[in-house]
């Protein structure tokens, strides 16, 4: 009898070990685009020293972990959908700790290492590459940004000084626009309605103040003239609009991330901070029908923007 009970016990035991075994190789071994076979399931299982592993008992471990609520996906293999942080928040948070100077640096990575586990180790390898290289552009980058979505938020001046420029300029910052990875900053000087720019890595300190700009600049058409490749705004003008996502993909996901820095994923879609501008609409079309405007009012204003280029090409 008391063997019967200890085998038993063992079993129980071992079928547990399997179930967190089982999450954690999902976990950080697999995403939407890396899905897992079962051979390969039961291999990365093995190598935990599970060896009496079958299809059968996956298949029943699958039914059971969906039943306690893990979101477990197949396309051509097995996948952990969900997690409690999205590749975008953990780059905001892991951007943040880069930013804090009072932090331990020990400190910092052990507070990472626990962030990476909420992603694919393909995730975690991106996302290191991306941090090594920001670091290595500029360790007080974050911090002159922050002071300048302060200053656009509040309307109040900003104090800067640029490379290669030994004396403090007074500006009013009026909107952020990113292309290609690199931010510029458009502005204008107190008394003066003209908007300059200046690339934001040229700008070598920033500092704030409570000096509040009088000058009501209309920053629509010039959002509407900017010709780049991206079209990514932080301006007086912007506010929080939620999309859908139609068509769910990395690539997507990756795209959105590049155009829109601000934003934040949520169950079936992502927020962001934008400019409601024919420059946003613009840049909305080379999207198609994988996303779509949650807001009524925005997407009307977008339907309005494509029946403005269709009369035009008729008329053309």
Excluded: W
Excluded at 16 to 37: G, N
Excluded at 190 to 217: A, C, G
Excluded at 276 to 293: H, M, N, P, Q, V
Aim: overall charge negative.
């Amino acid at each position: 009898m008391g063997g019967r009970k200890f085998g038993q016990g063992y079993n129980y035991f071992m079928n547990r070990f399997r179930i967190i075994k089982l999450i954690e190789i999902l976990k950080k071994h697999s995403d939407m685009d890396h899905p897992l076979s079962l051979s390969e399931i039961i291999s990365y299982l093995q190598d935990e020293g599970l060896e009496n592993v079958n299809r059968k008992t996956l298949y029943e471990d699958f039914r059971f972990l969906q039943e306690c609520g893990f979101d477990i996906e197949f396309a051509d293999g097995y996948y952990l959908s969900e997690a409690p942080f999205s590749l975008s928040e953990i780059k905001i948070l892991v951007d943040s700790l880069n930013s804090l100077k009072s932090i331990d640096d020990h400190f910092a990575d052990q507070i990472k290492e626990k962030l990476y586990s909420f992603i694919s180790e393909y995730e975690e390898n991106d996302l290191k590459k991306i941090e090594y290289q920001n670091k290595h552009k500029d360790s007080h980058f974050i911090n002159r940004l922050e002071d300048s979505i302060e200053s656009i938020r509040k309307e109040t001046m900003l104090v800067i000084k640029r490379k290669k420029l030994n004396k403090k300029e007074e500006i009013f910052p009026v909107f952020l626009h990113r292309n290609n990875d690199l931010y510029y900053l458009y502005y204008h000087y107190p008394q003066s309605e003209k908007i300059y720019h200046v690339r934001f890595d040229n700008i070598t300190s920033t500092s704030l103040s409570d000096i509040k700009d009088e000058i009501s600049i209309k920053i629509e058409k010039i959002l509407s003239n900017i010709e780049e490749s991206s079209f990514s705004f932080h301006s007086r003008q912007t506010e929080t609009v939620l999309f859908e996502i139609i068509e769910d993909t990395k690539d997507l996901r990756s795209r959105l991330e590049d155009d829109f820095p601000n934003l934040i994923f949520t169950k079936d879609g992502f927020s962001a901070r934008v400019s409601i501008s024919e420059a946003l609409f613009s840049r909305l079309t080379s999207y198609g029908d994988k996303i779509k405007i949650s807001d009524p009012k925005i997407a009307d204003l977008y339907i309005s923007y494509l029946n403005k280029i269709i009369t035009r090409n008729k008329k053309d």
